[in-house]
C-alpha cells in the first residue's frame, strides 16, 4: 500500500490579536457591537474586512470609585494621540 503525501504546511502562527473592551450595555447591543466593530476596523485600515485579524470583545470589569462614591470604568476617559473615545 503507497502512503500519501501529504500537500499541506502546518500553521506556524496565529492572526494578530486585536483586544477591545466595552461596557456590557454594548456588548449585549447587536447594532451598537457593528458599530464599534465598523470603528476598529477603520482604525486598523481596512474598514471591510478583518481578515487576518481576531478581534476579542472584553466587557469591561474594572471600575475605580472616588471619594464620592461614584464609581466609574478605569477606560471612561482613554486618551490616544489627545483624541477622546
Not at 17 to 36: D, G, H, K, M, W
Amino acid at each position: 500500500m503507497k502512503k500519501l503525501k501529504r500537500n499541506f504546511e502546518p500553521v506556524t502562527s496565529s492572526p494578530p490579536i486585536v483586544r477591545v473592551t466595552v461596557p456590557a450595555s454594548v456588548a449585549y447591543n447587536f447594532e451598537q457591537l457593528t458599530s464599534v466593530t465598523q470603528k476598529i476596523l477603520a482604525q486598523l485600515g481596512c474598514a471591510p474586512c478583518h481578515s487576518g485579524r481576531f478581534i476579542l470583545y472584553e466587557i469591561e470589569d474594572r471600575f475605580v470609585v472616588n471619594e464620592n462614591l461614584e464609581v466609574r470604568p478605569i477606560f471612561d476617559d482613554v486618551r490616544i494621540n489627545e483624541k477622546v473615545f
